[in-house]
């Protein structure tokens, strides 16, 4: 919780992000009884002598989420996070956040999708990693059907930790705007590549939610470190998105106010 409450504080006041997302994981009903007791496929990230015993060890419960939100709003950041079960959905609904998500691996559990339908009235949030065309439509068409396609936001996503550049596939971007821009109400990126130049041209191709992992150091312990951002690299992202989007317009004139002067100055040979 310590660490936590630095990350939070670092994401909203130094690297001026909009929202801070975690997780929610009931590990007994999202993992079987064989994945729960095997070892960690890498030991030397794990925190516990099998792999349910490091999840259940990193797992935060739902008063600590509680505790996680008041923070956000203390430090005026939006509180989020990701519903991997449909225990853990109804947990977190019970927070009332503006937003919450659904990770890739859950994005076809049409059972919680449709608890967040009926009982959420807050944004749906949902990766499209490591699906299939035809899965992608089903989605879409479920949350369209139940209502809530203009509270939904897809993202394009590859699922990996970390993403080479070559499979960041952002053209995915425009082909989610073409086919669900009129049914949804926004294409996002989340990425797990690194640096940050692949969210700004995600950005020119028009995702407007940006989603990135975040960390103190990413030589800590843990398989998602090396994927993510330290606070510098969040700081920078933050403040190249927002200073670009601005820049992602038609002139309002054919001559700017700015220009004026300069034409008068410089320009040479106008005729009328």
Same mark, same amino acid.
């Given at each position: 919780?310590?660490?936590?409450?630095?990350?939070?504080?670092?994401? $909203?006041?130094?690297?001026?992000?909009?929202?801070?997302?975690?997780?929610?994981?009931? %590990?007994?009903?999202?993992?079987?009884?064989?994945?729960?007791?095997?070892?960690?496929?890498?030991?030397?990230? $794990?925190?516990?002598?099998?792999?349910?015993?490091?999840?259940?060890?990193?797992?935060?419960?739902?008063?600590?989420?509680?505790?996680?939100?008041?923070?956000?709003?203390?430090? /005026?950041?939006?509180?989020?996070?990701?519903?991997?079960?449909?225990?853990?959905?109804?947990?977190?609904?019970?927070?009332?956040?503006?937003?919450?998500?659904?990770?890739?691996?859950?994005?076809?559990?049409? /059972?919680?999708?449709?608890?967040?339908?009926? $009982?959420? $009235?807050?944004? *749906?949030?949902?990766?499209?990693?490591?699906?299939?065309?035809?899965?992608?439509?089903?989605?879409?068409?479920?949350?369209?059907?139940?209502?809530?396609?203009?509270?939904?936001?897809?993202?394009?996503?590859?699922?990996?930790?970390?993403?080479?550049?070559?499979? &960041?596939?952002?053209?995915?971007?425009?082909?989610?705007?073409?086919?669900?821009?009129?049914?949804?109400?926004?294409?996002?990126?989340?990425?797990?590549?690194?640096?940050?130049?692949?969210? *700004?041209?995600?950005?020119?191709?028009?995702?407007?939610?940006?989603?990135?992992?975040?960390? &103190?150091?990413?030589?800590?312990?843990?398989?998602?470190?090396?994927?993510?951002?330290?606070?510098?690299?969040?700081?920078?992202?933050?403040?190249?998105?927002?200073?670009?989007?601005?820049?992602?317009?038609?002139?309002?004139?054919?001559? &700017?106010?700015?220009?004026?002067?300069?034409?008068?100055?410089?320009?040479?040979?106008? %005729?009328?």
């Amino acid at each position: 919780m310590e660490i936590a409450h630095e990350l939070i504080k670092m994401a $909203s006041v130094f690297c001026q992000v909009d929202v801070i997302k975690f997780q929610k994981r009931t %590990n007994r009903e999202l993992l079987s009884p064989q994945e729960y007791d095997r070892p960690h496929p890498n030991p030397h990230n $794990s925190y516990g002598e099998t792999y349910g015993q490091h999840r259940e060890f990193l797992e935060f419960n739902v008063d600590q989420h509680r505790q996680l939100k008041e923070w956000c709003e203390q430090f /005026e950041v939006e509180y989020s996070t990701s519903v991997w079960d449909l225990t853990a959905a109804k947990e977190m609904v019970q927070l009332s956040p503006h937003l919450l998500k659904v990770p890739s691996a859950c994005n076809v559990d049409f /059972e919680m999708a449709g608890f967040l339908c009926d $009982s959420f $009235s807050g944004e *749906i949030h949902v990766s499209m990693g490591m699906s299939t065309r035809k899965e992608e439509s089903k989605i879409v068409e479920f949350y369209d059907k139940k209502g809530r396609g203009k509270d939904l936001v897809i993202y394009a996503c590859t699922s990996g930790y970390p993403v080479p550049f070559e499979d &960041l596939g952002l053209y995915e971007i425009k082909r989610l705007i073409e086919e669900y821009g009129t049914t949804v109400k926004a294409v996002g990126f989340s990425g797990h590549h690194l640096g940050i130049a692949a969210d *700004i041209a995600a950005l020119a191709l028009g995702a407007t939610v940006f989603e990135r992992h975040f960390t &103190l150091d990413r030589t800590w312990r843990g398989t998602d470190h090396a994927a993510s951002l330290e606070p510098d690299g969040m700081r920078r992202l933050a403040r190249n998105l927002k200073s670009v989007a601005k820049g992602l317009t038609y002139k309002s004139e054919e001559i &700017l106010p700015i220009e004026k002067v300069q034409r008068e100055k410089l320009k040479r040979k106008v %005729n009328g």
